[in-house]
């Protein structure tokens, strides 16, 4: 089952540039137009949508942050992400022009299966991002967008994360092709490039694991990490987080790297591992000029900082004490490439402290309690 692999969730991780391909297949005419009849939903339906709500749990929750930066900047119109547990609990302003999409990488998840009920009763339509054919949450939802990332065995979630931001995407920039809030050649543009990130992908796990196994095996004996990252590397620390906690034991806290002045630097100690997403040093370089200055921050109070980057960041070279490099991608693709990393570094760390990776104590795959 697990084919040559120590792990499902190595296996699982190397099957990462596989969930982002087969998420996209079929789904783009070869003229670049985006074909999603398979929605079912009408177009004027689709145009009259004024605002978004996720809800998930967990990872799903930070492929919903992610899709939030991306969609409000393509579609002009508001995202919110709430946690599915927290949702139906506060009454949230539902209409029947707010679009609820859940994700779930199961389908059987309580907390985001209470929500979406929820919102149907409030007349709202629900779309569901699901890895897992007729499960519950895609049966109760009026849509369905599948993820195709294949069976996920491990508990911790790991490829469906990349195909849940992969077809988020696809259903931010089919709005967009809908609504018209962005040129032909732009989503063309956009498709393309998302399109060669499987390859980009390859390319990390190709190239990278050496690097983050020996970071792992000088860092196993760490007590707690932070993580920081900034615009769509934010929820990247959150998911780089949650996976070393998750299968490490490791006391982790991801955040975003504009709060560290605000909180956060007082846990900045000798020798404090701190994990940060550097965005590209392109175009948006005022983000990555503040992420510079908080690694600096960090360095002048001892930390250990371990950077997830672009290559040919000189920046990164001469300031981070490790460097774990993504090829150059646009903004909004890097979620897609800084994760894998992250991943392979939680799997190392439990590995080397003898833990079930894909088993980690305490933790089911699907949770299907409230
Ligand atoms: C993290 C993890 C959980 C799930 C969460 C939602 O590695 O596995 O945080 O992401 O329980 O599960 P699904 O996506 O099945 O609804």
């Not at 177009?43 to 990872?59: H, L, P, Q, Y």
């Not at 701190?274 to 109070?301: C, D, F, T, W, Y």
């Amino acid at each position: 089952e697990k084919g040559g692999w120590d792990s499902f969730m190595d296996k699982e991780i190397h099957e990462d540039p596989e969930a982002v391909r087969n998420t996209l297949l079929g789904r783009v005419d070869l003229d670049g137009r985006l074909n999603l009849d398979e929605l079912h939903i009408d177009e004027n339906a689709f145009k009259s949508i004024d605002k978004i709500i996720v809800v998930a749990c967990g990872t799903a929750s930070y492929a919903g942050i992610v899709a939030k930066y991306a969609i409000e900047h393509w579609v002009r119109i508001p995202v919110e992400v709430e946690l599915a547990s927290e949702f139906r609990y506060r009454d949230p302003i539902l209409t029947p022009r707010t679009l609820v999409v859940a994700i779930s990488q199961s389908g059987e998840t309580m907390d985001t299966l209470m929500a979406l009920r929820h919102a149907r009763e409030q007349g709202s339509k629900v779309l569901a991002i699901c890895n897992t054919q007729g499960s519950s949450i895609p049966r109760e939802s009026d849509a369905v967008l599948y993820t195709h990332a294949g069976p996920e065995i491990a508990v911790a979630s790991t490829k469906a994360f990349l195909a849940q931001i992969t077809a988020a995407y696809l259903l931010g920039l089919y709005l967009a092709q809908t609504k018209g809030t962005m040129y032909r050649d732009e989503i063309g543009n956009t498709l393309e490039a998302l399109s060669q990130m499987p390859e980009k992908i390859q390319w990390v796990l190709d190239t990278q694991p050496q690097t983050i196994h020996d970071t792992a095996r000088r860092m196993v004996d760490a007590h707690s990490f932070l993580f920081l990252g900034r615009h769509v590397g934010y929820p990247i620390a959150l998911e780089g987080a949650l996976k070393l906690k998750e299968i490490a034991y490791t006391f982790t806290e991801g955040f975003a790297a504009g709060e560290l002045k605000h909180g956060p630097i007082a846990l900045v100690d000798e020798g404090e591992p701190v994990v940060v997403i550097v965005p590209p040093a392109r175009g948006r370089n005022i983000l990555h000029a503040k992420v510079m200055s908080a690694i600096e921050e960090v360095q002048a109070r001892g930390a250990f900082t371990i950077a997830v980057a672009e290559e040919g960041d000189e920046d990164v070279a001469q300031k981070a004490d490790v460097v774990f490099w993504r090829p150059e991608c646009p903004t909004l693709m890097s979620p897609l490439v800084d994760v894998v990393p992250l991943q392979l570094f939680a799997m190392d760390m439990a590995m080397l402290k003898h833990y079930d990776v894909d088993k980690p104590r305490n933790l089911a795959k699907s949770v299907t309690v409230e």
